[in-house]
């Protein structure tokens, strides 16, 4: 039964990623501010509704998504919506945007899709089952890569400190600083382009926010956890996430970096 629930899924967000690339291609999309000074389009609310009703026409489940988000009862199965991750990257034409859609029962994510209607990197998984990239297997192949996202200079000087550090003892082979959205890269580590990735929630994540990479990864054999090799929330996480394309990658890095962590603090 929850195939069939992949499937339609699946439609729809291939469907919502034509509404937003069309808007791009003939720039015809506004944008303005919220009142957290993250920006907003009239196609992140356009596309929201547009998910929203279809999921609701095909499935009597619950509904939620970033844009003027409904209270629903989350002991309940529901549908998780972020129509744009990565907003700012989109109004700026760069191809690092992504839909996010993630089916939860029971605190567990049981579908996640992540699609980047710019590259058609289509993501996809289950649980029990393996992640996919269309009908690719995933990981495509493995890369030593560290990549950092959407780090504000006063919370991350510790963090991107010890990289640096790890970069210039070559104990890292490549250190890559990207934006966008932060789904979109960790489903690169699920591809096997990263080996690791590195974010920050300095607030609880909403259920839209990690939850359908974290599946994606997770079923692709990586790991997505804080700095102390704890499996994190995929619904609710505050602070640090280490996404990993394997068990190697996760122990060799967190190996190295939290010895540096801990010295600076002590400093």
């Not at 791009?24 to 919220?34: I, Q, Y």
């Not at 989350?74 to 109004?91: L, M, N, R, V």
């Not at 006063?154 to 966008?180: A, C, D, M, W, Y």
């Not at 394309?245 to 603090?265: E, K, V």
Request: net charge negative; proline share 4%.
């Amino acid at each position: 039964m929850r195939n069939i629930y992949l499937i339609i899924a699946k439609q729809i967000v291939d469907e919502a990623g034509r509404i937003i690339r069309e808007a791009r291609e003939t720039n015809t999309f506004s944008f303005k501010f919220k009142q957290d000074d993250t920006p907003i389009t009239n196609i992140d609310q356009q596309v929201q509704d547009y998910m929203t009703k279809r999921l609701k026409d095909n499935f009597d489940i619950q509904v939620m998504g970033e844009e003027n988000c409904e209270e629903i009862d989350e002991s309940k199965p529901y549908w998780a919506i972020d129509p744009i991750d990565g907003t700012w990257a989109f109004i700026t034409h760069e191809n690092t945007s992504a839909i996010n859609l993630s089916l939860i029962e029971n605190n567990e994510v049981v579908i996640g899709i992540v699609y980047n209607p710019f590259t058609n990197e289509f993501f996809q998984t289950e649980k029990g089952e393996k992640s996919y990239i269309r009908m690719l297997m995933l990981p495509l192949r493995e890369n030593k890569t560290v990549a950092v996202v959407n780090f504000k200079p006063e919370r991350s000087h510790p963090i991107v400190k010890s990289l640096n550090q790890l970069f210039k003892e070559n104990k890292i082979k490549k250190l890559t600083s990207i934006g966008g959205s932060i789904t979109y890269s960790m489903c690169m580590v699920a591809k096997g382009a990263f080996s690791n990735y590195i974010a920050y929630f300095n607030s609880n994540a909403s259920p839209w926010d990690l939850s359908a990479a974290y599946l994606i990864i997770k079923n692709s054999g990586g790991y997505v956890t804080d700095l102390d090799g704890v499996e994190i929330d995929p619904i609710h996480h505050k602070g640090y996430i280490i996404a990993s394309a394997n068990a190697d990658a996760r122990n060799d890095f967190l190996a190295m970096i939290n010895p540096l962590l801990a010295n600076q603090t002590s400093e």
